[in-house]
């Protein structure tokens, strides 16, 4: 059986609902940190720039209170009360007998003629010091001995120190240096210094010291433990030590420790 539609009503029409438009997605701007940190750093740099190159008196103009001037001298305040010091009515004043005194003129110079310096002015000199540290470490004294070796002489002219290799050698008193030499024979490596000593011409005499050690030079002006070489064992010599002769004007030979024992300090 067909069905007909029915007259006078319209037969509903099915009608799609309108598409809704896509809704737009909002964009953000995105945060760039490094534009950020930019801006503010540029900020603080012109606020920098305003506080440096504005002079600070400029700053200060529009201050209405009156301030004193920071180069204005200020008034010293400060004051002292005199002292005063009460004596009794019992004290008497005496007068200090002034000391007397004499003034007298420094001794001359000696001078001495040495072939190899010419005329040699010694000062006299009052300071006198041992050559080596530990002076008491010795092998063998002034005077006869047992020779040590084959053409050592068996009548020392000197006194063997024992400080050890090494060890710095000093000048016995302010003086000249006179001999300087790394080829003294049996001596060795040898230095020879000129002394005023209490208005006597005195020779210091130092063999056997390391080649190469030698601080001074003939001619030379020296002070009283000033060093001038390192004990060694060069020339005539069984072992690292200091020879010291010590002899007056007269070139004889004395006992160069029990002289140092007696002057020295």
């Known amino acids: ?20 438009p896509p809704r737009r997605r909002r964009i953000l701007p995105r945060f760039d940190a490094r534009q950020t940190f930019s801006v503010i750093a540029m900020a603080f740099t012109g606020g920098m720039i305003v506080a440096t190159s504005v002079p600070a008196l400029a700053v200060t103009a529009t201050d ?52 190899s310096v010419g005329a040699v002015s010694l000062v006299e000199t009052g300071a006198v010091v041992w050559p080596v540290q530990n002076p008491d470490r010795r092998s063998s004294g002034f005077g006869p ?22 060890t710095p050698v000093v000048s016995i ?62 020339g005539q010599s069984t072992g690292p030590h200091l020879h010291l002769e010590m002899f007056g004007s007269d070139g004889v030979r004395f006992d160069g420790f029990a002289w140092l024992a007696a002057h020295v300090g």
């Open 1 to 20: 059986m067909t069905s007909f539609p029915q007259r006078g009503r319209r037969a509903a029409i099915s009608t799609p609902a309108p598409a809704t």
């Open 64 to 115: 209405v209170e009156q301030r004193a001037s920071v180069y204005a001298p200020v008034e010293d305040t400060v004051s002292f009360t005199p002292q005063t010091v009460e004596v009794g009515s019992e004290a008497v004043e005496s007068t200090l007998a002034s000391e007397a005194y004499d003034v007298h003129e420094a001794p001359p110079p000696i001078v001495s003629q040495v072939a």
């Open 145 to 166: 001995r047992d020779a040590p070796c084959a053409g050592c002489s068996t009548n020392h002219d000197g006194v063997d120190f024992n400080p050890g290799d090494g």
């Open 173 to 234: 008193a302010d003086g000249v240096v006179v001999l300087a030499t790394e080829n003294g024979g049996g001596l060795g490596v040898n230095v020879e210094v000129q002394h005023n000593i209490g208005g006597q011409v005195v020779t210091s005499s130092y063999a056997h010291m390391q080649f190469g050690s030698l601080q001074v030079s003939e001619g030379q002006r020296i002070s009283a433990g000033q060093q001038i070489g390192l004990v060694g064992t060069t």
